[in-house]
């Protein structure tokens, strides 16, 4: 019985499984705080890609757009 005891003290398995648990829980929070900071920044780029191809193509800014910018020539 005490043999088992000892054996069961000493095994570190499951503290090096619960630490890379742990790291991999770290980097996935990291991961999503990252993303969502990038996801913001990339959405405002792509809307003002979208409102720069429609004031080419109509002239006009699509709804809720800025107004488009001076023709240089």
């Keep these: 019985m005490f043999a088992t005891v000892r054996r069961f003290v000493r095994n570190e398995s499951g503290a090096t ?3 890379y648990g742990l ?3 770290l980097i996935s929070v990291a991961a999503i705080i990252a993303m969502t ?4 920044s990339l959405g405002n780029l792509f809307t ?3 409102n ?5 193509a109509t002239g ?6 800025e107004a488009c910018p001076a023709e240089e020539g």
Excluded: Q
Excluded at 37 to 40: D, N, V
Excluded at 60 to 65: C, D, L, M, R, S
């Design 37 to 40: 900071a990038m996801g913001t």
């Design 23 to 25: 790291i991999a829980a």
């Design 17 to 19: 499984a619960i630490e």
């Design 52 to 56: 720069t191809l429609s004031c080419a």
């Design 48 to 50: 003002d890609v979208a």
């Design 60 to 65: 006009e800014p699509i709804e809720g757009g």
